[in-house]
């Protein structure tokens, strides 16, 4: 079964404490969600292999350490995946963006999947899928079975909040796929929010409320 990982960094923590509350607008939610996910990337990438190699420093010749040129991918789950992407960007520059476009339908809360695009080369990169909320699952185990019918061999989610529900779905359909939180909250309720959560993810990034 997949593993489950709450990234308790004080920063990450107090910054989604803000991200929460309802009276911050669109602009600072935005630059959290940003801020967050640059954070996030940090503590996701720690087992990154490295090798070593030997440099010359202005002193003296010295044997260092560098990552180990493991192919990455992201997949923000649009749309609210999309207000993580650049934030994880800005400590993995050399990953590749993949698009997985999928809504929940508000009647049964069953994902649509209306566009897929992603890097030519799936089956060397390790992928992982972001997106803010982690609620039913199903926005998340349909996007990680895309890219599976596609030929990626290894993926993570990355997700900010998750729901219980949520995560047992994931780890149900997909036992080989670890998940990332900045918090796991209490539940959902009955209209498959998640329950502290922080509302509508993609409403609040882009102010379509
Ligand atoms: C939200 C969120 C997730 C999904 C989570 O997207 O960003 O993708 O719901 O819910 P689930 O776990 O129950 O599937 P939404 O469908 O609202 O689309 P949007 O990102 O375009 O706003
Ligand atoms: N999608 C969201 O944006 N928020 C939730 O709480 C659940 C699903």
């Given at each position: 079964?997949?593993?489950?990982?709450?990234?308790?960094?004080?920063?990450?923590?107090?910054?989604?404490?803000?991200?929460?509350?309802?009276?911050?607008?669109?602009?600072?939610?935005?630059?959290?969600?940003?801020?967050?996910?640059?954070?996030?990337?940090?503590?996701?990438?720690?087992?990154?292999?490295?090798?070593?190699?030997?440099?010359?420093?202005?002193?003296?010749?010295?044997?260092?350490?560098?990552?180990?040129?493991?192919?990455?991918?992201?997949?923000?789950?649009?749309?609210?995946?999309?207000?993580?992407?650049?934030?994880?960007?800005?400590?993995?520059?050399?990953?590749?963006?993949?698009?997985?476009?999928?809504?929940?339908?508000?009647?049964?809360?069953?994902?649509?999947?209306?566009?897929?695009?992603?890097?030519?080369?799936?089956?060397?990169?390790?992928?992982?899928?972001?997106?803010?909320?982690?609620?039913?699952?199903?926005?998340?185990?349909?996007?990680?079975?895309?890219?599976?019918?596609?030929?990626?061999?290894?993926?993570?989610?990355?997700?900010?909040?998750?729901?219980?529900?949520?995560?047992?779905?994931?780890?149900?359909?997909?036992?080989?796929?670890?998940?990332?939180?900045?918090?796991?909250?209490?539940?959902?309720?009955?209209?498959?929010?998640?329950?502290?959560?922080?509302?509508d993810?993609g409403d609040r990034l882009f102010g379509t409320k």
């Amino acid at each position: 079964m997949g593993k489950v990982y709450v990234f308790d960094h004080p920063l990450i923590q107090h910054k989604l404490t803000y991200i929460r509350k309802n009276e911050t607008g669109t602009k600072e939610f935005r630059e959290l969600v940003d801020e967050v996910a640059t954070l996030m990337a940090f503590e996701i990438t720690r087992d990154l292999p490295l090798e070593d190699v030997t440099i010359q420093t202005p002193v003296s010749e010295s044997k260092s350490q560098v990552i180990a040129g493991k192919k990455l991918g992201i997949v923000p789950i649009l749309r609210a995946g999309l207000g993580m992407v650049d934030g994880m960007l800005s400590l993995i520059p050399a990953a590749k963006v993949g698009h997985v476009g999928l809504y929940r339908d508000p009647e049964t809360l069953k994902p649509v999947e209306y566009y897929v695009k992603l890097p030519s080369d799936v089956e060397e990169r390790e992928f992982i899928v972001i997106d803010p909320m982690l609620a039913t699952g199903g926005s998340a185990n349909e996007a990680i079975e895309s890219l599976k019918k596609r030929g990626v061999k290894q993926v993570r989610l990355m997700c900010l909040v998750g729901a219980p529900e949520g995560v047992e779905e994931v780890q149900k359909a997909h036992p080989d796929v670890d998940i990332y939180l900045a918090a796991l909250d209490e539940k959902l309720n009955e209209k498959g929010y998640i329950v502290p959560g922080l509302g509508d993810a993609g409403d609040r990034l882009f102010g379509t409320k």
